[in-house]
């Protein structure tokens, strides 16, 4: 399955993969302080386990970081 990660083209060798199964691969299992939106939509939290990608979706995953 190809899909565009934060304007990048990877390949996942599965063909089903839900937004909590994305996160796990790509390290980002901690949920904390994390937004998903796919396709310009925001995906509340509590559907990640349930939402399954579509081969060539466009995922932005948003870490929320502090600075000063």
Do not use: C
């Not at 993969?17 to 904390?32: G, K, R, W």
């Not at 509590?46 to 870490?63: K, V």
């Amino acid at each position: 399955m190809e899909l565009q990660i934060n304007n990048q083209t990877k390949t996942y060798q599965v063909t089903t993969l839900s937004i909590q199964d994305l996160l796990v691969i790509e390290n980002s299992a901690d949920y904390t302080g994390i937004a998903v939106a796919v396709d310009h939509r925001v995906i509340p939290k509590n559907l990640w386990a349930t939402y399954f990608l579509q081969p060539g979706s466009s995922i932005l995953i948003i870490t929320a970081s502090q600075g000063g």
